[in-house]
């Protein structure tokens, strides 16, 4: 069988097997036919646990490309905020300097593309199949109701990377995204719009909150609270600011923000009081070398994590008072006595002290992975509030969630924009490290700007883009090109 790599092979999903090593294999519990894994509800629950395990899975035999999270660590990567300390060890390097995303046979675009289609494919399949599942209508509904909370989630995380940036003041959004593959197909998709991709995002997320309630067992599973937390970033992203502060208000309500204590554990347990979705590591599932606090901890024992600590935005941390908690987590000049790091690890000016596993130095990369927290509900609902003009609503939910972080701050006085500045201050020292600054830079459509800061001209090269370049949109895989006839590239 030849080597592919298209959307409707990825389309394919659980359908799909192998002949040859290097060819897009889509079923992340193994290849079976659809009416196996949607013959019974049990059945198809096993099959939405396979497509979460593809949300963590090393991909194109890249250590540094472990799912999800690895993209997490990259479009922080590709920001102003987070640092690379030195060139010494290259992983993530050509994602701080602008070239991987803009290369269509590196492997970040082909990664991203085919994870996230992965996912996809695979949800394509359980919305396809589950009504005919034995079981209850509840089980059914629970199924359905993830599988379309993780396509929305997956063409969310696509449109943003591939595709221009979505403009409310210029609807519909005529622009090309990414092909829109909603049932098993084996036909090759020209490119939708970015409004069409949103549209879809919109409609799946809908019927996925009718389908779904907030309880469930376990938190690495998608619930009604995620559903409505993917609904305010969507609807930020869409500068519907309106349903942006509805929907994140809703989705943290059942969640408490982190005491002092609790934000200085290390960033690593799912059991987080503030945690709405995440990862649970358990011990069959580890990466090991490729997983995320392989790279993004500050005492895994690594080469990676010894070699090149990760930094924050030395203008940015200069900004953070010493009595907020969260300047606990870099550390301005570290020593042997106030920053941890595994043994013969370097220690560099703003080093990351946030994400930490347990030991010193941690010989496991066990740690949980934080996809959504309370936090940001605060920070999405207080910025829609402000860009509303409802500047009372917007200062309480600042004071709400910055006093739990400093006992000394009081309710900012601010207005206009000089508030807006404050509450996106706070989600970028807030959110270091979980995977938002790259798409909100460009879902604001502002410029890259590095300068002044700790950056390395040596390691990160790139220190200017203006905001609305083409370097903002990701290449299509050459791969995917060569095999769709229908797709086209962006500008290169």
């Excluded at 999800?68 to 010494?88: K, R, Y």
């Excluded at 408490?256 to 590591?281: K, R």
């Excluded at 790259?438 to 604001?444: A, G, I, N, V």
Aim: aromatic share 10%; with cysteine.
């Amino acid at each position: 069988m030849k080597t592919r790599f298209l959307t409707i092979v990825i389309a394919l999903g659980l359908l799909t097997t192998s002949c040859d090593k290097d060819y897009l294999e889509t079923a992340p519990t193994g290849s079976v036919d659809a009416g196996s894994a949607y013959a019974t509800t049990k059945n198809a629950s096993a099959a939405i646990n396979g497509i979460y395990r593809a949300m963590v899975l090393r991909y194109l035999d890249s250590q540094g490309h472990f799912g999800h999270p690895a993209m997490m660590i990259i479009v922080d990567a590709l920001g102003e905020d987070l640092v690379l300390s030195n060139a010494s060890n290259t992983w993530h390097l050509p994602e701080q300097r602008w070239t991987a995303h803009r290369s269509d046979v590196s492997t970040l675009t082909q990664f991203a593309y085919q994870m996230y289609y992965r996912i996809i494919g695979n949800a394509n399949i359980a919305v396809a199949n589950i009504d005919q599942a034995a079981g209850t209508q509840a089980e059914r509904d629970q199924v359905k109701g993830e599988a379309l909370g993780l396509r929305a989630f997956a063409y969310y995380n696509l449109v943003q990377l591939y595709g221009k940036r979505y403009d409310a003041s210029v609807k519909p959004n005529t622009q090309p995204a990414v092909p829109l593959v909603l049932t098993p197909t084996t036909d090759g998709l020209p490119r939708a719009s970015v409004e069409e991709i949103y549209t879809q995002i919109n409609k799946d997320l809908t019927d996925a909150a009718t389908l779904l309630k907030a309880t469930r067992t376990f938190k690495s599973h998608i619930n009604s609270d995620v559903i409505k937390g993917f609904q305010a970033r969507v609807a930020l992203t869409q500068q519907n600011w309106t349903d942006a502060a509805k929907f994140a208000a809703e989705a943290r309500k059942s969640y408490t923000l982190m005491s002092v204590a609790q934000y200085q554990e290390g960033f690593a347990d799912i059991g987080n009081p503030e945690w709405i979705w995440g990862f649970d590591h358990v011990e069959d599932q580890s990466e090991f070398f490729g997983a995320y606090h392989s790279y993004i901890s500050c005492n895994f024992n690594s080469t990676n994590i010894r070699a090149t600590p990760k930094l924050i935005n030395s203008l940015l941390y200069d900004q953070i008072p010493a009595t907020d908690v969260r300047s606990k987590m870099w550390v301005k000049a570290p020593t042997t006595t106030n920053s941890v790091v595994p043994a013969g690890g370097i220690r560099a000016p703003y080093m990351n002290q946030k994400f930490r596993l347990p030991g010193t130095p941690s010989t496991s990369t066990m740690g949980d992975i934080p996809y959504m927290r309370a936090a940001e509900m605060y920070l999405i609902e207080a910025e829609a509030q402000a860009r509303l003009g409802k500047e009372t609503e917007a200062t309480t939910l600042l004071f709400d969630l910055v006093s739990k972080r400093d006992p000394s701050y009081k309710r900012s006085t601010n207005t206009g924009a000089k508030l807006v500045d404050e509450i996106l201050f706070n989600r970028r020292v807030e959110l270091w490290g979980e995977g938002q600054r790259f798409t909100d830079l460009k879902r604001m459509n502002l410029p890259l700007n590095r300068n002044g800061a700790n950056h390395n001209p040596a390691v990160a090269v790139v220190f200017d883009i203006p905001a609305g370049d083409k370097q903002w949109e990701f290449l299509l895989p050459r791969r995917e090109l060569n095999a769709n006839k229908a797709a086209v590239q962006n500008p290169l």
